[in-house]
């Protein structure tokens, strides 16, 4: 089975936070929708992390470890260091965000929506378009 496309996890992720479409307005119903939209943003950046490998160096992206290909995106051939701070603190906050405890509140709508826009920034940087560096 393969992986879906990054841009797709973020249209569903989407729907979710504006509660639009059978998803969101399910996901919102049922409560659970900000664990599953910390998912699906984690997904589409692994995604984009993953094309980006393909499309730069495929014996990287052949390897099983995603920890292992976001720290290579500090080397020499990874999109600069900027970049991998950026993926490697969008990945961690998602992880946090996506595990349930019940000690913690779940992430809100506009934690995730900064989450999901910074996400499609570094989609747009790994893809190799251009985007203003912040």
Known sequence: MTAPAPQRCLAAADQMLRGAGGLGATAVIGGWWPR??????????EGGVDAYWRRVKPTVAACRQGRAKQLMLHGRLGPGV?????VAFAWAALSAAAHH?????????AE????????SLLLTRLDGRTEPER
């Open 36 to 45: 599953a939209c910390a998912c699906l943003i984690r997904l589409a950046l």
């Open 82 to 86: 900027g970049v991998a701070r950026r």
């Open 101 to 109: 405890h019940c000690y913690e509140l779940a992430p809100t709508a």
């Open 112 to 119: 995730l929506r900064r989450l999901h826009t910074e996400v």
